[in-house]
């Protein structure tokens, strides 16, 4: 039914700067040798999938991609003022330990700090506000805000990703790190556009496609003439039935990268944590039916398989209405050569939260980048020494 073979199949979800914890999770599966056949993002994680697919280094994709994460990184603008934070640390010591609990720890200080910066100067190598006085000349509607549809230009990226990308890969027969998959939505229709290096050659307008997210006040891009797309994640962030429609016969080994957390141990106890919970919800991995779908589609196969068989070898033909198992041959068929990829083995590599921070996808500090990509080497590796692949 299905092949001998057995793909590895990375699925990144997008998330802004969560993104590095993919980056951290691809290092250690590059480290332990595991090979990818596929790697599938939307949103930063379709910009992870472009790096590890197209990456100018062809022998370490992995340090490609950290090497991009570290840049933005460092580009990143901090509001932190050691004054401010000096009188922080006094205000906390005046406090009874009771009090003291009720105020943010120094890592949210931190984190909010970043993200602030984050909202009101943007990021050179990502994406900037359009405020920005360097915008006056060239933006038609600078001083028309009530015409803007979106607040951040992200086409930054694009020159970014030229140093870290040989796009000549992205394309069929381009010889990719791994077949490169990512999604958006057709804003005009509400359906899924997927991209695919094995069908088509990936540019980097299909990138800024991807990673058009709405509500950060990205704009949307033009694909094709009249087709104008948006971030994958308003339709799906785990673009699973998009590996599967890729190659529906071949077995896989999938890794799903989830940089939202599908449980948690307790509810929230402040709005805070509400608003955050509710976007963990919104973007974490809902494809547990479509495996279970996938599993049952595989299951019905290998049985109309044993009963086409038993037809075939026991039942004399002639005692059979011709047309009718011209019929049943063509539907099995059909089904075999359509669907039946086995999943193997599914791992899921799951972002730890320190504390529930609804800002937490736009703190690009270099810190936070480095420590992301730490916990999701940890993680990776820590998963990887207690499971053993189907090859």
Not at 128 to 144: A, C, G, I, N, S
Not at 346 to 355: A, K, M, P
Not at 368 to 374: A, E
């Amino acid at each position: 039914m299905s092949s001998d073979k057995v793909e590895n199949v990375l699925v990144l979800q997008g998330g802004g700067s969560l993104g590095a914890f993919g980056c951290g999770v691809f290092k250690a599966l590059a480290k332990k040798n595991i090979k990818l056949d596929i790697v599938a993002g939307t949103s930063i994680g379709g910009i992870n999938a472009a790096v590890i697919a197209g990456s100018i280094d062809k022998e370490h994709p992995e340090r490609t991609l950290e090497e991009f994460w570290l840049e933005l990184g460092e580009n990143s603008v901090n509001l932190y003022n050691p004054v401010i934070e000096e009188l922080y640390y006094k205000s906390r010591s005046r406090l009874s330990r009771a009090a003291e609990t009720l105020l943010p720890t120094t890592d949210e200080v931190n984190a909010l700090w970043s993200t602030t910066s984050s909202i009101l100067y943007g990021n050179d190598k990502f994406f900037v506000p359009r405020w920005r006085v360097d915008y006056m000349l060239k933006d038609p509607q600078y001083f028309d805000p009530s015409k803007w549809t979106y607040i951040y230009d992200h086409s930054h990226l694009v020159k970014t990703l030229e140093k870290y990308i040989d796009f000549n890969k992205l394309q069929p027969d381009g010889h990719p790190n791994a077949r490169l998959i990512m999604n958006a939505v057709n804003i005009l229709t509400a359906q899924p556009l997927t991209f695919d290096s094995s069908k088509q050659k990936i540019t980097p307008r299909h990138i800024l496609a991807t990673s058009a997210y709405p509500s950060d006040n990205f704009p949307w891009v033009e694909i094709d003439e009249g087709v104008y797309a948006w971030d994958g994640a308003l339709l799906s962030n785990t673009p699973f039935s998009e590996v599967i429609d890729a190659s529906p016969v071949i077995d896989k080994n999938l890794f799903f990268v989830e940089n939202y957390p599908m449980n948690i141990e307790k509810l929230p106890d402040n709005l805070s944590g509400v608003y955050h919970r509710a976007r963990d919800i919104m973007f974490c991995n809902k494809t547990q039916r479509q495996i279970r779908m996938a599993k049952v589609v595989t299951r019905y196969l290998k049985y109309i398989e044993e009963l086409y068989q038993i037809i075939d070898k026991n039942i004399d033909p002639a005692k059979i209405d011709k047309k009718q198992l011209e019929r049943i041959r063509y539907t099995y068929t059909k089904m075999k050569r359509e669907r039946g990829a086995e999943i193997k083995n599914i791992i899921h590599i799951t972002r730890d939260e320190q504390f529930p921070y609804y800002y937490e996808d736009t703190d690009f500090s270099l810190e936070t980048i480095r420590n992301s990509i730490k916990q999701g080497e940890s993680k990776t590796n820590q998963i990887l020494e207690k499971i053993s692949l189907v090859k």
